[in-house]
C-alpha cells in the first residue's frame, strides 16, 4: 500500500518502529502504569518531522511549564483539553526552563516564518513547543494533543523527535449553514473545538438566507423576529391541531460574542456572512420596503434558488449598511463575507422602478446593478477597515476593487479573480462540498449523491496548475462548506464534517510534495481515536464495507463484490451470522453465494475493526426480487437533480429517505428478470415537494400526464418503451405515509426487462416517492 514516501512520512514509519520500541522500554519504569505508545500520525502532517534517539514518558506527575503571558494561556488551554480528553490533568507552572516537563516558550518572532509556524521537539528531558507568536504555540499544542489522545492511559511514552512546522496556507476554513438548519453554541463551539485540533483557522458561518435569518441585529428587530422562523412544508410544519409548527432559531448579539471569543481563543477567525442581494426572502418578509415587489412574503420552506432580492435603491443600502454596522461591531475578523451568489434577476427585471434605477445610475445591466450594490457596500466594510468576500458570482457585473472571491462553481471564478489580481479562497462544490454524500452507501444519510468521497478532497489541490506563477499568491486557502438543506441534525452533521474534515485539513495545512493518500490511511486511525476522546460521533459508512451483486436468479446465486470506500484493504467476512474478526476469511476476489446467505463483513487495519459494527446483508431469495430507491438507477434520460430526500412524517422519530431526481423523477432496474413474473408490487411514500428552480430548469422538468383522477404508477420496458403496468394512485397515502400498490405485469417477449417506473401528474406541493419494488412470480 505504501509507495514512494516522502521524506516527513518515512520518517513517521521509522517513529512507528521506534515507538514500539519505546513502549518496550518504558514498561519497566517501576512506579508508572503501562505507557501506551504514542502515535505520530498527525493529521494534518507537519512540514517536518525527525525522529531523535530516546523517548519521554508522560505520566500524572509531569509538569506544564510556561512563562507568564501568551505561552502561559496556551498552556493552560492545552491543560484543559488534555484533562478533558485524556487520563491527565496535569498542573501549568511559570517553572523553569531547565526542569523536565512540557514547555511553552514564546520566542523572538522570526521575520521569515508564519506567526502559526512552530516547533515541537520531544527529548529526553522533556517536550519544548517554541514558537514566535501565541497562535504558532497553539498549534504545538494541538500536535503535541494529537500525539497524546491516544487510547485512555496513564502514562504516554512519546518519542524523541523533531517539529518543525508552518502552514501552507493562511485560510484553512469551514462554512456553516445556520440557516437552513439551526445550529445551536453549544454545537457551534463543538465544531470550533475540533476544528482547532485540525490547525483550521477560518469560520465562515452562513447566518442569512431565503429560509431564515439567524443574526440578532438590534436596530431592525424583525429580521429576527419574522425573519428567524419559518413554516416547514409537509406535515413537520403543522402541529396535530393543524396550526403552524414553525421552525425558529436566531443567535443573540450576546451569543454571537460569546462564539467569536470562543473561537479566538482557538485562534480562528469567524467570518460572518450576510447574502446580498440574492438569498433575501427571510429578511424581505420581515422588511418587505427593502424587497421588490408589493405586499408580503414568509421566510421560504423550498430550497434551491428562491427569486427575492434586496431593492437596489439608497434606502435599503443604507438599511444594509445598518446590519453592517451591527456585524462589524460583533466580528473583529478582517473580512466580511456578502455573498453574491444565485441571485436571479427576475424580480429587479420586472420591477419598473428598478429598471428606471438601473438606468438612472447609466448602468449596463441588472449585473452590473449588482455589482453596483456590492461595491458601495465595499466601500463602507473599507471604511470600517474590513474586507469583503463573495461568492464567484460577483466577477460577473465587476469585481469590486479589494474584493476576495469564494470559487465555488469549479475553479475557474478563482482562476480569474486570481489573474486580475484579486484574492481567491478556493471552494468548489463538487469537491469541497460537505453536503454531497461521502459514499454511495444506502445508509448515507439525506443529501446529495453527487459523491465527495474522502480520495476526491485529498487529491484536490487549491493552487490550479493553469494559475501563471505569478499569480498563485492570490490563493489564500481552501475552504469546505456545509451547505444544511438536508442536514436537520447534529449526529448527521457530525457524519458528515467527520472523518472528511482530515482530509480538508491535510490540503489545508501539507505541503502539496508530502500528499500521500496511502500514509493518510495509515494516520487516519489514529484520527478517529482522537475524535473518539472529543466525544465527535464521526460518520461510519466511510469505515464499513460497500456491497456491489449481481443476481443469478435462475441459478439462485449471488455475486458479491466487497470494497471499503476509502480504500482499505483488509476487510475480513462471514457467512455463518457470526461477526466477522481478524481471523475471518479474507476478501480477496469476488464471492458468489448460494441463496439464503447471511454476508457479514468488516474493514480491518492492524487487526482491529475500523468501524463500530459490521456491515450485513441478507442473501435470500426475497432479495432476488427486491430493489429499494437506493439500489435502482436514474433514467438516463432526464433524470437530473438527484437528491436523498427526508421524509417529512413522523415528526418526532426516524423517518425514511429516497433517492429521486427532481427532473423526471423515475427509478429504473436494468436487465430485470421478469420470464415468471405476474405482478410488480411498489411501496411508494408522499413527501413534500419544495424546491425553488431558475425557469429555465423550471421548464425542463416534467411528469407524463396523468390519465386517471390522481395520476398512475406505470412500469416501462426502458424510459421510452412500452408500458408494461400501470396502476391508478390514490388521493393520499395510508396514515403511516405510505402505498403499496400491485401493478399485473405484461411480461415482453424475451422475458428480461429495463423496467422504468414512474408516477405520472405534477402532484405538487408534495411528490410520491418509490421506496420498495418486489417482482411477484
Ligand atoms: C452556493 O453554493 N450557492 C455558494
Redesign the pocket.
Known amino acids: 500500500m505504501i509507495r514512494n514516501r516522502p521524506a516527513a512520512l518515512r520518517h513517521a514509519a521509522a517513529l512507528a518502529t521506534l515507538l514500539a520500541l519505546a513502549a518496550g522500554c518504558a514498561r519497566q519504569a517501576p512506579a508508572v502504569a503501562p505507557p501506551v505508545a504514542a502515535s505520530p500520525a498527525l493529521i494534518p502532517l507537519p512540514v517536518s518531522l525527525t525522529p531523535e534517539s530516546g523517548q519521554f514518558v508522560v505520566t500524572a506527575t509531569t509538569r506544564i511549564h510556561a512563562r507568564a503571558g501568551a505561552a502561559d494561556g496556551v498552556a493552560r488551554q492545552f491543560a484543559d483539553l488534555l484533562a478533558r480528553t485524556t487520563a491527565f490533568d496535569l498542573p501549568v507552572d511559570s517553572g523553569d526552563p531547565a526542569t523536565a516537563g512540557i514547555h511553552f516558550i514564546l520566542a523572538a518572532p522570526r521575520k521569515d516564518t508564519s506567526p502559526e509556524a512552530y516547533v515541537l521537539h520531544v527529548g529526553e528531558d522533556g517536550v519544548r513547543i517554541e514558537a514566535g507568536d501565541a497562535h504558532g504555540l497553539f498549534n504545538g499544542a494541538m500536535s503535541l494533543w494529537q500525539l497524546m489522545a491516544g487510547p485512555r492511559a496513564d502514562a504516554v511514552a512519546l518519542p524523541a523527535m523533531r517539529i518543525e512546522d508552518a502552514p501552507r496556507f493562511a485560510w484553512r476554513g469551514v462554512m456553516l449553514d445556520s440557516a437552513r438548519h439551526f445550529w445551536s453554541v453549544d454545537q457551534v463551539k463543538a465544531l470550533l473545538d475540533v476544528m482547532a485540533t485540525h490547525k483550521l483557522n477560518t469560520f465562515h458561518w452562513h447566518l442569512t438566507d431565503d429560509q431564515g435569518w439567524r443574526i440578532e441585529i438590534k436596530r431592525y428587530p424583525r429580521l429576527t423576529e419574522i425573519g428567524g422562523c419559518r413554516v416547514p412544508q409537509g406535515e413537520a410544519g403543522r402541529r396535530a391541531d393543524g396550526t403552524p409548527d414553525l421552525y425558529c432559531g436566531h443567535y443573540t448579539q450576546a451569543q454571537i460574542r460569546d462564539v467569536v471569543a470562543y473561537a479566538a481563543a482557538r485562534h480562528i477567525t469567524v467570518v460572518p456572512e450576510i447574502d446580498v442581494p440574492g438569498h433575501a426572502q427571510a429578511a424581505v418578509a420581515a422588511y418587505p420596503e427593502h424587497g421588490v415587489v408589493d405586499g408580503p412574503t414568509q421566510p421560504s420552506h423550498d430550497w434551491g434558488v428562491n427569486p427575492y432580492l434586496f431593492n437596489p435603491r439608497e434606502e435599503t443600502l443604507q438599511f444594509l449598511e445598518g446590519v453592517l454596522a451591527e456585524v462589524i461591531d460583533l466580528f473583529p475578523g478582517p473580512y466580511v463575507h456578502l455573498g453574491g ?2 441571485a436571479v434577476k427576475y424580480q429587479w427585471q420586472a420591477s419598473p422602478a428598478v429598471q428606471a434605477h438601473l438606468r438612472a445610475l447609466g448602468l449596463k445591466d441588472e449585473e452590473a446593478l449588482q455589482s453596483y450594490m456590492l461595491k458601495r457596500l465595499e466601500s463602507f466594510l473599507e471604511e470600517h477597515g474590513r474586507r469583503l468576500v463573495g ?1 464567484d458570482e460577483i466577477i460577473e457585473g465587476g469585481l469590486p476593487p479589494q474584493a476576495t472571491v ?1 470559487s ?1 462553481r469549479g475553479i475557474d471564478g478563482g482562476i480569474v479573480a486570481a489573474s486580475q489580481g484579486h484574492d481567491v479562497v478556493m471552494t468548489p ?1 463538487d469537491t469541497l ?1 460537505l453536503d454531497f454524500l461521502q459514499t454511495d452507501l444506502p445508509d448515507e444519510p439525506p443529501g446529495r449523491p453527487k459523491f465527495t468521497p474522502m480520495q476526491k478532497i485529498y487529491a484536490f489541490d487549491p493552487v490550479p496548475a493553469a494559475l501563471p506563477a505569478g499569480q498563485r499568491h492570490h490563493i489564500l486557502g481552501v475552504q469546505a ?1 456545509m ?1 444544511t438543506e438536508h442536514t436537520r441534525t447534529w449526529e448527521r452533521l457530525q457524519h458528515n464534517l467527520f472523518p472528511r474534515l482530515a482530509a480538508l485539513a491535510e490540503i489545508a495545512w501539507t505541503p502539496a510534495r508530502h500528499k500521500d493518500y496511502d500514509g493518510f490511511l495509515e494516520r487516519l486511525p489514529a484520527q478517529l481515536q482522537r475524535y473518539r476522546a472529543l466525544g465527535i460521533a464521526y460518520g461510519q459508512t466511510a469505515l464499513s464495507v460497500a456491497m456491489q451483486r449481481h443476481d443469478d436468479r435462475a441459478g439462485n446465486r449471488v455475486q458479491v463484490e466487497l470494497a471499503n470506500p476509502l480504500g482499505y484493504a483488509d476487510i475480513r467476512y462471514t457467512t455463518d451470522g457470526s461477526a466477522p474478526t481478524a481471523r475471518s476469511p479474507a476478501y480477496t476476489a469476488p464471492l458468489t453465494l448460494q441463496v439464503p446467505t447471511d454476508l457479514k463483513a468488516a474493514t480491518f487495519v492492524d487487526g482491529r475493526p475500523l468501524a463500530d459494527s459490521a456491515s450485513r446483508w441478507t442473501l435470500d431469495a426475497a432479495s432476488l426480487l427486491t430493489r429499494t430507491d437506493k439500489t435502482l438507477a436514474q433514467c438516463p434520460q432526464g433524470g437530473r437533480l438527484l437528491l436523498r430526500l427526508e421524509d417529512d412524517t413522523p415528526v418526532d422519530g426516524p423517518r425514511e429517505t429516497f433517492d429521486v431526481t427532481l427532473f423526471n423523477p423515475c427509478w429504473l432496474w436494468e436487465d430485470a428478470q421478469v420470464q415468471d413474473i405476474a405482478s410488480v408490487q411498489v411501496r411508494a411514500g408522499r413527501i413534500p415537494y419544495n424546491f425553488g428552480l431558475l425557469r429555465e430548469e423550471e421548464a425542463k422538468r416534467g411528469f407524463r400526464p396523468a390519465v386517471a383522477a390522481h395520476g398512475e404508477f406505470e412500469v416501462r420496458d426502458g424510459c421510452d418503451g412500452p408500458l408494461l403496468a400501470s396502476v391508478p394512485l390514490p388521493a393520499a397515502p395510508d396514515a403511516d405515509g405510505f402505498i403499496t400498490l400491485h401493478a399485473p405485469l405484461r411480461v415482453p417477449a424475451g422475458g428480461r426487462a429495463d423496467l422504468c417506473m414512474t408516477f405520472s401528474g405534477d402532484t405538487r406541493p408534495a411528490m410520491w416517492v418509490l421506496k420498495q419494488v418486489v417482482l411477484r412470480p
Open positions: 451568489d444565485e461568492w469564494m465555488w462544490g462540498y462548506n451547505w
